[in-house]
């Protein structure tokens, strides 16, 4: 997981991952770009906004290599 935080004065509700992907390119293709690698991976974007600022959050599961037994190095 990768957060980003930042303490501006956050932005407007309508401008969600969501809208960012679904309406207009207000927020140009940056959003949208992240949403779609996220997804590629598995993962998922988030974006958290209020008056007390801006969060990004990229999650991407990891996967962890099942161990069989009886395996010699």
Request: net charge negative; glycine share 14%; aromatic share 2%.
């Amino acid at each position: 997981m990768l957060e980003v935080i930042d303490e501006g004065h956050g932005m407007p509700a309508q401008y969600s991952v969501e809208s960012a992907l679904d309406g207009p390119r207000v927020l140009g293709v940056g959003l949208r770009g992240m949403e779609e690698r996220m997804r590629q991976l598995g993962g998922a974007l988030e974006l958290i906004s209020s008056a007390r600022g801006t969060t990004v959050v990229a999650s991407v599961p990891l996967e962890v290599p099942a161990i069989t037994a009886g395996t010699s190095s």
